[in-house]
């Protein structure tokens, strides 16, 4: 059954709103080493229930926070959000090294992410 599995929170500066977090809440945020600019942050331990994240500049058409729901397979969840009354509002695309992902919308008009992973992806 898909989960959320990441959230993302857009920010104007987003190395101000990194500084926040981690003295607010001790998250441990780092800049990622990838194509557009990205902070991860790690939110606690591994063996304790919860979710890690990455914060980014706003993306015009989403919200400021957005959860991500792991899939099997992009395409495939997106016939289904399709077919279930939701849209999509940013379609698949490839993340280097992590896997795929679309930003879609849900009957309701909450926006959220899924993503496929896939470590080839180039």
Same mark, same amino acid.
């Given at each position: 059954?898909?989960?959320?599995?990441?959230?993302?929170?857009?920010?104007? /500066?987003?190395?101000?709103?990194?500084?926040?977090?981690?003295?607010?809440?001790?998250?441990?945020?780092?800049?990622?080493?990838?194509?557009?600019?990205?902070?991860?942050?790690?939110?606690?331990?591994?063996?304790?229930?919860?979710? /890690?994240?990455?914060?980014?500049?706003?993306?015009?058409?989403?919200?400021?926070?957005?959860?991500?729901?792991?899939?099997?397979?992009?395409?495939?969840?997106?016939?289904?959000?399709?077919?279930?009354?939701?849209?999509?509002?940013?379609?698949?695309?490839?993340?280097?090294?992590?896997?795929?992902?679309?930003?879609?919308?849900?009957?309701?008009?909450?926006?959220?992410?899924?993503?496929?992973?896939?470590?080839?992806?180039?």
């Amino acid at each position: 059954m898909p989960r959320i599995v990441h959230f993302e929170i857009a920010a104007k /500066d987003p190395e101000r709103a990194s500084k926040f977090y981690s003295q607010v809440f001790d998250w441990k945020i780092n800049k990622w080493d990838g194509p557009m600019p990205y902070w991860m942050a790690t939110t606690g331990d591994k063996a304790q229930p919860g979710i /890690d994240g990455g914060i980014v500049n706003p993306m015009e058409g989403l919200p400021s926070v957005i959860n991500t729901i792991d899939v099997p397979s992009v395409d495939e969840y997106i016939n289904k959000i399709k077919k279930g009354g939701g849209s999509i509002v940013k379609p698949k695309m490839a993340i280097p090294t992590v896997g795929y992902m679309a930003y879609c919308k849900d009957t309701e008009g909450n926006v959220f992410g899924i993503m496929q992973m896939d470590p080839k992806t180039s």
